[in-house]
Structures are given as structure tokens and as C-alpha cells.
């Protein structure tokens, strides 16, 4: 059985593809890993995931927009780049007290923080409003966006009484979903 | 429905060819509306995996015990200053409850119009943080009235979250022998779980990671906190700041 190492540089190629599915599962293969190692840092958990996140999103930009990106070994380059990120964040908080990092305006752990990372927030925070109000609606994007199941298959797994149906709701709990966002905008 | 949507499917599942690729991209620069769907979808496929990796984590973490989550026990003299720190918190709330008018603890959209409706007219008397014991039982009895009245088959409506939202905090501030931890929390993990919107799901575990640290469960205080960090990293949120200093305190010292 291949293990994560091993399918980590098929999954970055894929990524070039624009494949999502793989960067979800190079994600899945790598984040728990990264976590811990931050946390045995001294990093908390929560930051800990904010980095890890982050360097997923910024690998997903690169891969897809720059050519020429090559990793030989995924897992070490993964383990450095997040120790360098926090031991970077750790060095900007050292300058100030606790009270100033709490009314600092800059983004500390989006140092590019721009109308992307913006969109993001909001959209987890719009995914978040979706799951609880329309746990199907979160099920059916989940499953094809990020569990990557064709809809033939998620109609048979929800009940759908064809893949067009299955079609059409997905469709529809994408509508509601901008709808959430542009009413979170707007507040 | 957006005419797009098939082609953004296919690009995202890689299924679309380089060639075809190019020429999706070029389209963007002349066709805005492309251009905006493709980053709706983009965006939306990111936040998704990136959530469900961290949920994916915290379920693997609890399965191995919540490793993650335990902490150390805290020196006397810090858990005098956490003490205080939360007294301090507290008092802050009540003071912006007081009198600010039209605010209640950081953040809640709150004024006394909407509340005279949940409690109907001539009530606002009560809205009040309230000064007496038997201002508490007043509350309480309006409340958890109203609130016991409603069963939770869906997420709740405005008035629904603030009654219970209220009734969970007079019964956390409430003194003796009103005060009840137990009922504190059911109330409060309910608006947790159910509120209306993120900002009153938040404002609730707020509250209850001083409800679990009151009980001295610590790593509840801590889960409780996170939740409100989770989803929102903007220094300039007031549940935010809040909640990552309450986290600096609580968590073990590095």
C-alpha cells in the first residue's frame, strides 16, 4: 500500500492540473503531522492549524499559476517551511507586548494579506452558517468538491432519485451559499 | 443557476486539458463575470478543505484522548491572576451592558427595541443587567420560560437565541442560590450550537469557557475558546481578541 511519501509527488503534479481533490488529499496525508510538530514547538494548536492551512492555500496558488515548482521530498519541505513560519511569527511578536499584538492591525499570520485571504475568511465563516442550516446542502459540496464523488455516486449515497437531481441541488446549494456570503459582506 | 458551473467542475476535478485550460483563462480577462465565479469557486473549494482538515484533525485528536487538549496544572499565584483577568472580563461586560444602551458583551447586535419584542411591551425594565437577586428570578422566570417552551428541532430564530442566550447567563451571574452551572450551560451550549448568527454562537462560548473555567475544566475552557478563534482570525474582532487573550491565559505557559 502507498504510503503519503510516496504519493506525494503524483499528488503535486496533479495539483498543476488543478486537480482539488489531490490538494485535499495531500492536505489530509500532512496536516495532522504538521500540527503536532508545531505544537512540540511550543506553538499553540489553534496557530498551529492557521499555518498549517495556510501553507496548503499558498502551495494551491503557486502549483496552479507558477511553472517550474519541483519538490523531491514533499515532507521535509512541508516540516521546514512550517518551523520557518512560526519561528518567523514568533520573532514579530518578541518586538511587541501582548496588549500591542492584540491592536495590531496587520494580519500576523497572512503577512500577504490581501482580498483573497479576505474571501476565505468569509467563506469559511459562510461554509460554517451553510452546515448549520442546511447540513445537506453542506454534505452534497463536501462530497463532490472535496470527496470527490461523482454525482452518480452521491445520488445513490443521499438519496437522490438521479444524478440530475443531484445536479440541480448542488447547483442550488451553491446559489444559497453566495447568498449567505453577500449578506456576510454586506454586515 | 451560474452558466459557468460545469466548466468551473471540471476545472477544479482536473478533468479540463491544458489547451482548453489556456483558453478558459484567456476568456477571464474579457468576461468579469467568469473572472468573479471562478474565484467564488476557488475560494469555496479552499475554505471547505481547509475546514474539513481541521474538524478531521480534532476528531482524530479526541480519538487518541485529546492528547491535544491537556494541560498542565497551573501555579496557585496564576490562577489568582487568570481569577482576576476573568473578574475583570466579566465586569467589563457588565459595565457595557450597564451603559452602553444599545450593546451587550462585545458584539451581539443588541438594542432594547428587538428585546422589547422577544419580551413584549413595557418590559425593558428588565433588559437592564439586573441588581438584585430578585431581578435575576425575574429574568430567569421570563427567560427560561420562554425558552423551556421552544424544543430544538431546528436553528433557532432571533428570539429564540436571545432567550436563551439570556437565560444562560443570568443563570452563570446570577448569586446564590439562583446561580446554576448546570442550567447555565445547557442554555448557553444550546445558543452554542443552534444561535442564529456566528456573532451569538460566539458571544455563547465566550461565555461558557468562563462557565467550564468557574467549574475548573480547564480543557473545556480552552476547546470552548478555540471555537470562537476557529473561524475568525481577524485581529480586529472584538470575540477574537478576546477569546486568543483568554487562550494565552488559560493555556499551559510555554
Given at each position: 500500500m502507498s504510503t503519503c511519501d510516496d504519493l506525494a509527488p503524483q499528488l503535486l503534479e496533479k495539483i498543476k492540473e488543478w486537480n482539488a481533490q489531490a490538494l485535499n488529499k495531500l492536505r489530509d496525508c500532512y496536516f495532522r503531522m504538521g500540527v503536532n510538530l508545531l505544537k512540540k514547538e511550543k506553538c499553540l494548536e489553534m496557530e498551529a492549524q492557521d499555518i498549517c492551512a495556510a501553507f496548503f492555500e499558498k502551495l494551491w496558488i503557486k502549483f496552479t499559476r507558477e511553472n517550474g515548482w519541483k519538490i523531491e521530498d514533499f515532507k521535509s519541505y512541508f516540516s521546514t517551511s512550517i518551523i520557518r513560519q512560526w519561528a518567523k511569527k514568533q520573532k514579530k511578536e518578541q518586538h511587541v507586548s501582548f496588549d500591542d499584538f492584540l491592536l495590531l492591525k496587520e494580519d500576523l499570520f497572512y503577512e500577504n494579506d490581501t482580498e483573497q485571504e479576505h474571501l476565505l475568511k468569509l467563506m469559511e465563516r459562510g461554509l460554517e452558517i451553510l452546515k448549520n442550516k442546511n447540513p445537506k446542502c453542506w454534505e452534497l459540496l463536501d462530497r463532490f468538491y472535496?470527496?470527490?464523488?461523482?454525482m452518480k455516486e452521491i445520488a445513490e449515497a443521499m438519496g437522490y432519485s438521479s444524478e440530475n437531481v443531484a445536479r440541480t441541488t448542488k447547483n442550488r446549494c451553491m446559489d444559497y451559499l453566495k447568498e449567505i456570503i453577500k449578506n456576510l459582506d454586506q454586515k | 443557476m451560474n452558466p459557468y458551473q460545469e466548466e468551473l467542475d471540471r476545472l477544479f476535478r482536473g478533468e479540463m486539458p491544458r489547451e482548453e485550460r489556456l483558453s478558459f483563462f484567456k476568456r477571464m480577462e474579457t468576461e468579469p463575470e467568469l473572472a468573479e465565479a471562478f474565484r467564488f469557486q476557488e475560494t469555496m473549494i479552499l475554505a471547505l478543505s481547509n475546514k474539513t482538515s481541521r474538524e478531521n484533525y480534532e476528531k482524530a485528536e479526541r480519538a487518541e484522548g485529546g492528547k491535544s487538549l491537556r494541560t498542565k496544572r497551573l501555579p496557585r499565584l496564576y490562577i489568582y491572576g487568570i481569577a482576576a483577568s476573568i473578574a475583570l472580563i466579566g465586569l467589563v461586560f457588565i459595565w457595557q451592558y450597564l451603559?452602553?444602551?444599545?450593546?451587550?458583551?462585545?458584539?451581539?447586535?443588541?438594542?432594547l427595541r428587538p428585546m422589547s419584542e422577544v419580551k413584549g411591551?413595557?418590559?425593558?425594565?428588565?433588559?437592564?443587567?439586573?441588581?438584585?437577586v430578585g431581578d435575576y428570578q425575574q429574568n430567569l422566570d421570563f427567560f427560561v420560560k420562554g425558552s423551556d417552551s421552544i424544543p430544538i428541532t431546528h436553528n433557532l430564530t432571533r428570539q429564540e437565541t436571545l432567550r436563551r442566550y439570556y437565560a444562560g447567563i443570568n443563570y452563570l451571574y446570577?448569586?446564590?442560590?439562583?446561580?446554576?452551572l448546570e442550567k447555565a450551560e445547557k442554555y448557553l451550549s444550546e445558543t452554542a450550537e443552534y444561535g442564529e448568527e456566528i456573532n451569538d454562537r460566539w458571544a455563547a462560548w465566550l461565555q461558557l469557557s468562563l462557565l467550564y473555567y468557574e467549574k475548573g475544566d480547564q480543557d473545556r475552557a480552552i476547546q470552548a475558546l478555540q471555537e470562537v478563534t476557529k473561524y475568525d482570525?481577524?485581529?480586529?474582532n472584538k470575540y477574537y481578541q478576546i477569546a486568543l487573550k483568554n487562550l494565552k491565559i488559560i493555556s499551559p505557559k510555554r
Open positions: 472535496r470527496g470527490d464523488q461523482s | 451603559f452602553s444602551g444599545s450593546q451587550f458583551p462585545d458584539g451581539i447586535s443588541y438594542e411591551s413595557g418590559t425593558e425594565g428588565l433588559i437592564a443587567f439586573p441588581k438584585s446570577a448569586p446564590a442560590p439562583l446561580k446554576n482570525t481577524n485581529p480586529e
